[in-house]
């Protein structure tokens, strides 16, 4: 996500299911107020956020419900650590 002044905010929210695809698809994506509603949504449901800009920006341009194309493996992997990380401490935590 990106939320600098100079631009508009960007958000694109992933979902992956290794049941159903090989990497995470885009379910949702928005810029300016779109994103900042994906934004509310996701920390009303308690979904992790982690903020990229350069991410948001690729993301962004890519087709709802597509798989992220295999060049974007390795950032979008370092945001899953990033999520599993903080699923740990929150378990670790109750």
């Known amino acids: 996500m990106d939320s600098t ?21 885009i379910v949702a994506k928005g810029v300016g107020k779109l ?29 709802l419900n597509t798989e992220i194309p295999p060049d974007l493996y390795q950032a979008v992997a370092e945001i899953l650590v990033f999520v599993y990380n903080l699923n740990k401490k929150f378990i670790s935590l109750k």
């Open 35 to 63: 994103a900042e509603r994906i934004i509310q949504v996701a920390n009303e449901h308690n979904v992790a956020i982690h903020e990229d800009p350069n991410l948001a920006e690729v993301l962004t341009k890519l087709e």
């Open 5 to 25: 002044q100079n631009q508009k905010t960007k958000a694109v929210a992933l979902k992956y299911d290794s049941a159903k695809s090989q990497s995470p698809k």
